[in-house]
């Protein structure tokens, strides 16, 4: 089973969302291999603008702040408070998905992300 899954993988996983059954898909669904993904990447985003960014406070200067000029920090300081954001979002509809699928589709999936292993095994 693949992790990242295409389009048509996706799209065709998300029309079954409406049924009111447990999906028992091993591992992430293509939905949810999707999500990890933009997580995992915005995240990267964040940390790498992170190490750039030279506030105007001079408290929060990324250790390599120093080796960029000062427009490519305040570029990096723009797009890590906007990237901060974006992670924000992505983490909510994580945990809204975790909701869904525990209310709407009677599946617990914190058991398995804590042990590894789907519930009742």
Do not use: C
Not at 65 to 81: C, I, K
Not at 82 to 100: D, K, Q, S, T, Y
């Amino acid at each position: 089973m693949n992790f990242i899954r295409g389009p048509g993988a996706i799209l065709a996983y998300a029309r079954t969302l409406s049924r009111r059954e447990a999906s028992h898909t091993r591992g992430h669904n293509p939905l949810g291999g999707l999500s990890v993904v933009a997580l995992l990447a915005v995240l990267a985003a964040q940390v790498a603008t992170g190490l750039i960014i030279d506030p105007d406070d001079y408290i929060n200067v990324g250790p390599l702040a120093e080796y960029v000029g000062s427009d490519w920090n305040r570029w990096a300081l723009r797009w890590h408070h906007r990237l901060g954001l974006v992670l924000a979002i992505l983490v909510g509809l994580h945990i809204a998905a975790i909701l869904f699928y525990r209310f709407w589709k009677r599946e617990d999936l914190v058991t398995p992300m804590i042990t590894g292993r789907p519930r009742g095994k």
